[in-house]
């Protein structure tokens, strides 16, 4: 079964075959949820005063409405740490940004306290990131009250000292001390430059501002690309930071030039299509950019479908928005080209889209009629409606899309015949309806043919070849032959001569199931139809021919319970009768007697037995152990183990042994006075 | 002719045979006894065997091994407790017994171990 699926195979092609025509879609609620998801408070609080300021501008850039509440405890942790004198500057800093967004109660005389600090610091500051974390502490607190007065007297000699970091290639450096230079601590430089000269209580020279715009036009010069125009910064060494990636120097870089941008009133002129790139860099990572107020923003043309019908007369829908997903300003998208996948047919449409303001979607009505089923790449072109908007917004020039176009083939004409093979006469030939239920029946020896034949035609009217076309024809007994249907242009056919296939078929005469598969991933219909059987008549197995393969066993099978196992146990011995048994036994007891008899004849006598009741006692006990010791040994043989045993004979040999020595060395000494007397 | 002189001479050696055993010991006499009652039971266990078959094999040994241990038992009580023999004039009689029923009680509990 799996065998017969593997064959139909009717998956969507995968869109964007070359990096050219990249899709790209704005922020969805899907990013907003996983937002809330990858945030979400613990006991009413983030954490750390970082991951809740964080936490907050996600919320707030994505436009989250409903977020956790976790005012109390970040309050009064934004009050603890701007209260007390020894935060760190960075803990300050994050400390006013939560406030920022969240707007804790704070005194006035707090902010005065932060700001002669931040003075302070700024004043000591000698590696970048003091620089950066005093001017942005500053900034912050000039958002946030107007009681304290944050303004640099000594604004230009700050600009000097950090531009005294700056390197040629337009990069930064961390420190003095630290040679390595990355773009990361280029945004941070920047976002600082920008907070001195908006806290400059005089003008900063004009000079400096000017050198500054070379800086950015160089970092700008060393920006990475990939093939399908994205943009990006990245990192190449470890700095003191830890590496963060091409992420994070982009969002830090973007984030500086932007600040700049706002505090200086005349115009950066950054290349556009850079600015595009790194739009649609942010929004592959899947996390919007900081690219809002860039001076030019990019318009992203998303299509919410790619896959279209020709017979179900599915309309092309367009949709033009900012990255973040806001709408564009009035214009209209054109489709301008159509190429054909695979080949290099291309048909020029010049075909303005129908505007649908209820949805804001770009409609393309009917599909141009010259359009066949299969893979094409759509050209769009977007015109503004006012040229001004030119200035403002990127579009990137042609937006080329895959769009897949699918539709229902018809397959006609569709016949089985059983020939003969000498004059291909027709003996049997029936009709067949594809795709649907068919149940012929046919038969045939192996001196005839079967053929098989259909023509297939897409909507358009034109013959059309999938990708899969196959015959299959399996045996009663499991064995299964596969054909592929051959093409000549118009008509597909095939034609199974059987004497030449007798050898294939394993000589195995009997009922075949024919079965018919014709798939290809634009055809809507794609079928895997049984056709009927056929009763083929073979002639029989040679010597030497080769076996049919062994069909493969259920799977379940395996798992199943085996077949049950008679064990065969060896023929117990024969035991003689129960008769001849007891004989012996009686037989056996007879030398006993004897002895006993003989013992009497002798005039055995036990008068050597103590007189006097001490020895008199042990002798006794001597034999009473003596029959101890032979009980226990029945007891052994009937029921004890080996280990009880010898633990009772331990205990009975010692007693035997000390009541012998007694009794034997009494007739010894009696049986010496004797002798001596 | 000669078969008689054979049988009456097998005859004489008999009797003298008799004549000289009964100049034996009492006790050596009842030793005597106790050996030919082993043995004769240990013949008895092998026509036994020999009628029936050796099934089960360990405890035709245990039975038969028993009877011809303790005969051998007895055999070396007897020449420890004859008189006559130089060897052993030193050591008591008693001593020997004592020998012989331990002997005998350690042979007793191997074959009841191996008679199963």
Known sequence: MARNLGFLVVALLVLASSCESAIFSPVSDSHRSAALELFSPIDGSFGSLEETYEALQTFEVLGIEKKPDIRTSACASVVDTLQSTSSALKDLVHALRVNGILKCDLKNEAFRGIESRLKDSLNAANSLLDFYYSVGGLMLVKDQTSAVDVHLGDADKIFRSIKALSQSDGRWRLSSNNPESSNDAAGIALETLAGVISLASSEIDHSLIATLKNDIAKLFDGIEKYDDGTCYFDEKLVDARGHHGPLSASASVVRGITAFAAVTSESLNLPGEKILGLGKFFLGVGIPGSAKDLGSVPLILSLPATVLSVTKNDQLKVRVSTVLGSSAPPLSVKLMQIFVSGSKDASIIDQKLKFDPDNSVHVLEKLPSNVNVGNHIFSFEIVFDDPEHKKNYVTGGRTKVPIHVTGIIKIDNAEIAVLDSDLGSIETQKKLELPGENAVALSANHLQKLRLSFQLITPAGQAFKPHQAFLKLRHEGGVEHIFVVGNSGKKFEIVLDFLGLVEKFYYLSGRYEIQLTVGDSVMENSFLQPLGHIELDLPDAPEKAARPPPQPVDPYSRYGPKAEITHIFRAPDKRPPRELSLAFLGLVLLPFFGFLAGLVHLRANINNWPKSTVPATFASLFHVGIAAVLLLYALFWFKLDLFTTLKVLSLLGVFLMFVGHKTLSHLASTSAKLKSA | ?116
């Open chain 2, 1 to 116: 002719m000669g078969r008689s002189g054979t049988t009456k001479d097998a005859q004489a050696l008999f009797q003298s045979l008799r004549s000289a055993y009964a100049a034996t010991p009492n006790n050596l006499k009842i030793i005597d006894l106790y050996i030919v009652f082993a043995v004769a039971t240990a013949v008895i266990q092998v026509v036994y065997m020999a009628v029936v078959g050796s099934f089960p094999f360990n405890s035709f040994l245990s039975g038969v091994l028993s009877c011809v241990g303790t005969a051998v038992l007895a055999v070396s009580l007897r020449i420890q407790v004859n008189k006559e023999n130089k060897e052993f004039k030193d050591l008591p009689p008693e001593r020997a017994f004592a020998d012989f029923v331990l002997c005998n009680l350690v042979l007793h509990l191997v074959i009841m171990n191996f008679l199963g």
